[in-house]
């Protein structure tokens, strides 16, 4: 049963009962499931689930799964590992419930080699609608589009080639209290902690 929507504090139960809850700094319902495989994995073993339960409590993420890299000037700059369009939805979906009414700014790099290749172009953008504005980083040499109707569908969408464009847009469009999040597979040209001293500035 969640006791944030976000999924970072929720009871676990088995056979209507209650085994323990776990209150945690992780994010997202995909990360609820897979404590409770784990807690399911383990009970198996014989570990009580409220001995899993307290354990999960302790437990601190790993890097680049919604790492916080730092905040200036007011906004969060988060690192995320997404890299399909299901990981998109489940993170944006999962920061969403964790930020609540706060502006969520998402960067999208194509750098896998499926998104490179094209491959989620019709399903990528259905995954963002839960941003308030969208960048996907697309190199000029990539020689495919988006379905126009689909980018038609977006008033907050910006397609750029490169992290100086990137971080020239994100210039303009910043403001106090916003959050954004960063999700690529790679070290993005360090837009991170380029964006942080922007924003310092």
């Keep these: 049963k969640l006791l944030q929507d976000d999924g ?82 489940t993170t944006l979906d999962g920061f969403r419930a964790k930020v609540g009414q706060q502006r969520v700014i998402a960067i999208v790099d194509l750098r896998s080699a499926t998104m490179r290749s094209g491959i989620h172009k019709d399903t990528l953008l259905a995954s963002l609608k839960g941003a308030d504005q969208v960048i996907i980083h697309k190199p000029a040499e990539f020689d495919w589009q988006f379905p126009i109707e689909q980018v038609n569908d977006f008033d907050n969408l910006q397609i750029l080639p490169d992290v100086d464009s990137i971080l020239n847009s994100l210039k303009e469009m910043v403001q106090s209290g916003d959050n954004i999040l960063v999700m690529s597979n790679g070290g993005f040209g360090a837009i991170h902690q380029k964006l942080l001293q922007q924003l310092a500035a």
């Excluded at 198996?44 to 899993?52: E, I, K, L, R």
């Excluded at 799964?65 to 000037?73: F, I, Q, T, V």
């Design 8 to 89: 970072g504090h929720f009871e676990v139960y088995f056979a209507g009962q209650k085994q323990g809850e776990v209150n945690w700094p992780l994010i997202g319902l995909h990360n609820v499931n897979n404590a409770l495989a784990a807690i399911a994995a383990a009970r198996h073993a014989g570990v009580p689930a409220g001995h899993c339960c307290d354990a999960l409590a302790e437990f601190r993420n790993v890097k680049r799964r919604m790492e916080l890299k730092g905040e200036a000037g007011g906004v969060k700059v988060y690192d995320d590992f997404a890299h399909h369009p299901t990981a998109v939805k």
